[in-house]
């Protein structure tokens, strides 16, 4: 079984939709993130969470929302797409884990291919 | 601003022979680099990290060293595998931020 999944995997919608993207991790990690990937621009963070209650901005955060609802599930929004938020984008988690070890790498979701008409 | 560059954005290699990988950062307060791969359709995966307090790190066919003054670390892989073909991105971060800056990337072909 996955340890972290994000749903949809694949997603068409228009310009000026509200989408959601969706993250949960059975990991038990603490941090959780949301990265977009260009083709020459590699992976950027948009936004970061350490627990429920404390978010932070990442490098490109703007035309984006996130809401941390549970320690397992960290969900992103596009308020309004445009078609330059055609990406892929990543969750990914890090932290301490159910066994009580640190992890300072991150565990990647499969993705979402995000695509703005 | 990229604080972490990979400057070639693809690289192409004989199986059996050496891969190096290079990546370049600017920022003197990061401390801790890491080393993914990517397959096609699937989510980076951890592959080796090193702190700023070694200059090297070795975990079988994958090496990782850490030039600090040149602001400047590189992945060998040895012997190198077909299936290590895939993208490959370095990470940074300062210790306690947990905020992590990746490159660009470098796709790695490794021809049979």
């Known amino acids: 079984d996955a340890d972290v999944t994000q749903t949809p995997r694949n997603r068409i919608t228009k310009t000026g939709k509200r989408i959601m993207l969706e993250c949960s991790q059975t990991?038990?990690?603490?941090?959780m993130y949301w990265y977009r990937q260009d083709p020459g621009l590699g992976l950027r963070l948009i936004y970061y969470?350490?627990?429920?209650?404390?978010?932070n901005k990442g490098e490109i955060s703007d035309g984006y929302s996130v809401s941390r609802q549970a320690q397992a599930k960290f969900s992103l929004s596009l308020e309004s797409a445009i078609p330059n938020q055609t990406a892929l984008y990543f969750c990914?988690?890090?932290?301490?884990?159910?066994?009580?070890?640190?992890?300072?790498?991150?565990?990647f979701g499969p993705g979402t291919r995000l695509t703005v008409l | 601003d990229q604080q972490v560059k990979q400057n070639s954005p693809s690289l192409s290699v004989q199986e059996g022979r050496i891969s190096i990988l290079n990546c370049d950062y600017t920022?003197?307060?990061?401390?801790?680099f890491l080393w993914y791969k990517k397959y096609p359709a699937e989510g980076p995966t951890f592959l080796i990290s090193?702190?700023?307090?070694?200059d090297k790190n070795e975990d079988g066919r994958f090496t990782v060293f850490l030039n600090k003054s040149a602001k400047h670390l590189s992945l060998h892989i040895v012997p190198s595998q077909p299936g290590d073909s895939a993208v490959y991105f370095c990470?940074?971060?300062?210790?306690?931020?947990?905020?992590?800056?990746f490159g660009t990337g470098t796709r790695l072909k490794v021809l049979a």
């Open positions: 990914a988690t890090s932290g301490t884990g159910t066994s009580g070890r640190v992890y300072n790498e991150q565990f």
């Open positions: 990470a940074a971060t300062s210790s306690g931020t947990y905020k992590y800056i």
């Open positions: 969470s350490f627990d429920v209650k404390d978010i």
């Open positions: 990991k038990g990690h603490d941090r």
């Open positions: 090193i702190s700023s307090i070694k």
């Open positions: 920022n003197s307060m990061f401390d801790y």
